[in-house]
């Protein structure tokens, strides 16, 4: 996929913490909402529940990649099939794996790529930490694609303070190192701010490591 030549990373003051401003042009950010659409017509997104309660999210989801990320009133976990179609999740489409390889700066392949669904006004994602995968030194690579919106990224504890930062389309980033078991979430889209999605809304998709390589 064509992206920018130089992407010049942004100083967070996190550490761990690289944004690639529009490291995807215009052009490759189609490109890969084409793939993904290909790839989720065999992994038809869901709305996940919340564990215990099963309240379900304002977000809906899938996965591609050998294992996904699901949540439901049995909890939080990687799980190799579709919790709705039970077949395996399609492949992680290969510009993505290649971004990986490209500036994760991590050895092995990613193992599942979440993409959240964000339509309407509603749609957020509380503050959390991801810490379902066996290989936290891994980082997660997170790319946006439609809408912009507001990122929040805290410390370690619940209560610690907290930054906020824009996310817009094409903007790709890694978070590793101290940053990767960070409390973050996300507040709100900003509806209107891309035309990348007919009638609006924004995906974004997190490529993970989950068990450590041998
Ligand atoms: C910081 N997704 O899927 S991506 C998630 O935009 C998730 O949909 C958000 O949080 C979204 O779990 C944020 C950015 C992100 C992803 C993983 C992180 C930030 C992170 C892990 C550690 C610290
Ligand atoms: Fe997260």
Redesign the pocket.
């Known amino acids: 996929m064509k992206e920018r030549r130089v992407a010049l990373p942004v100083e967070t003051g996190l550490e761990g913490?690289i944004l690639y401003p529009a490291l995807l042009d215009g052009a490759a950010q189609e490109a890969l909402l084409a793939a993904l659409r290909e790839s989720a017509r065999k992994a038809p997104p869901y709305r996940p529940r919340m564990p215990r309660t099963g309240q379900p999210w304002s977000i809906m989801q899938t996965n591609f990649g050998p294992l996904g990320w699901v949540s439901d009133e049995r909890g939080y976990r990687y799980e190799p099939r579709h919790p709705v179609t039970g077949d395996p999740w399609p492949p992680i489409p290969a510009m993505l794996l290649d971004l990986w390889a490209r500036i994760a700066g991590w050895p092995a392949p990613p193992e599942a790529c979440?993409v959240?669904i964000y339509r309407g006004e509603k749609a957020k994602?509380g503050l959390?930490q991801?810490r379902d995968e066996a290989a936290l030194d891994a980082p997660?690579l997170?790319v946006?694609l439609g809408d912009s919106?507001i990122?929040r990224?805290g410390g370690f504890a619940r209560g610690d303070r907290t930054r906020s930062f824009r996310?817009a389309s094409g903007d790709v980033?890694v978070?590793g190192g101290a940053?990767?078991?960070?409390f973050?979430?996300?507040d709100r889209i900003i509806p209107g701010s891309s035309s990348l999605i007919e009638g609006g809304g924004r995906l974004?998709l997190?490529l993970r490591r989950v068990t450590k390589p041998q």
């Open positions: 913490l979440l959240n994602m959390h991801d997660v997170s946006s919106c990122f990224v996310l980033l978070l940053s990767r078991l960070r973050h979430g996300i974004n997190t």
